[in-house]
């Protein structure tokens, strides 16, 4: 026997002895940071190339360094990473050829030309504290932060997940929830997010302490020059609250780092087969 269920003919309603009447509410929204991801970004054969690559190059990597808000100085206060900058060409075209979609899903407008990539490490006791991308890009309100990842399987380490926040919004003030978003750093996915998001990396462990069992990751942060246009929609307004948040982020004065200077490259204009992946089956 199957039945429908079957509700009462009268709702009850509940009286404001319960729950008394308020002209005092005060909503908290919260929301979700725009994300996406890949699998699979360059393929087996590619991916292990970049990861051998990575590993050769252990003595060339430094330690990172966070910049402070107030002062622009640096320090390593709250990261523990390994980061060595680099440039690749047919990465920066995959990532290019990729935006059109990622710009599709992530409800983001303003063009996109310059990126700046570094590899990183994280091994045991590895972490990355709470922050915003926004000391590495021009215009944190719409730049995105892309993150590449690698490592070897069966996997050397624990832990080093990516924390992505969400956004709560009360009046017109934004700022970083408690609540997030886990993503795993998964060999051969990329994660793209706005850059003004706050996001962390949990702390990894690393039993055998070797370099080849890190964490890596290619992490590009993607700039443009322009600000973003007026938000047409509720999607892209995300994006304006999330620079709200991330106000303050910025080094005011003495920043080091010069994102607009010589580590940025021009990113290429994506590609015919970007457009056909973007306008879905028999687009192009
Ligand atoms: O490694 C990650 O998952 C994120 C890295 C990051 O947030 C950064 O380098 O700014
Ligand atoms: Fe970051």
Redesign the pocket.
């Known amino acids: 026997m199957s039945g429908f269920a079957k509700e009462p003919a009268t709702a009850t309603e509940i009286g404001t002895r319960i729950l008394p009447s308020s002209d005092r509410w005060s909503p908290a929204l919260v929301l979700p940071a725009p994300v996406c991801r890949f699998e699979n970004f360059l393929g087996a054969e590619r991916a292990d190339a970049l990861l051998e690559y990575a590993i050769g190059r252990q003595g060339d990597f430094t330690a ?1 360094t966070v910049l402070d808000p107030l002062t622009g100085e640096e320090s390593r206060k709250g990261r523990d ?1 390994l ?1 060595l900058p680099v440039t690749s060409a047919v990465f920066s075209r995959h990532l290019a050829d990729c935006l059109p979609l990622v710009q599709e899903s992530l409800g983001h407008r303003a063009a996109l030309d310059r990126s700046l990539t ?1 590899l ?1 490490a ?1 091994g045991d006791g590895g972490h ?1 504290g709470m ?1 915003t ?1 926004a000391s ?1 890009v021009r215009d944190v309100s719409t730049a995105v ?1 892309a ?1 590449y ?1 690698l490592h070897r399987r069966p996997r050397g380490f624990g832990g ?3 924390r992505l926040h969400d956004t709560m919004v009360e009046g017109h003030r934004a700022r970083p929830a408690e609540t997030y978003r886990t ?1 795993e ?1 998964e060999h051969d996915t990329i ?1 793209f997010f706005p850059s003004a998001a706050f ?3 949990v702390p990894s462990a690393c039993p055998s302490g070797r370099f080849a069992d890190h ?1 890596f ?1 290619l ?1 590009t ?1 993607i700039s443009g020059r322009e600000s973003a246009p007026p938000p047409a929609d509720a999607g892209a307004r995300i994006w304006q609250w999330l620079a709200g948040a991330a106000e303050g982020t910025r080094p005011l004065h003495g920043a080091t780092a010069d994102p607009g200077g010589a580590g940025t490259t021009a990113l290429p204009p994506a590609g015919p087969a970007a457009r056909r992946v973007a306008g879905g089956p028999g687009a192009g």
């Open positions: 990172g990473s980061v570094v990183t994280h990355y922050h991308d590495r932060s993150v990842y080093g997940q990516l993503i750093p994660v996001h962390e990396v964490r990751t992490t942060w």
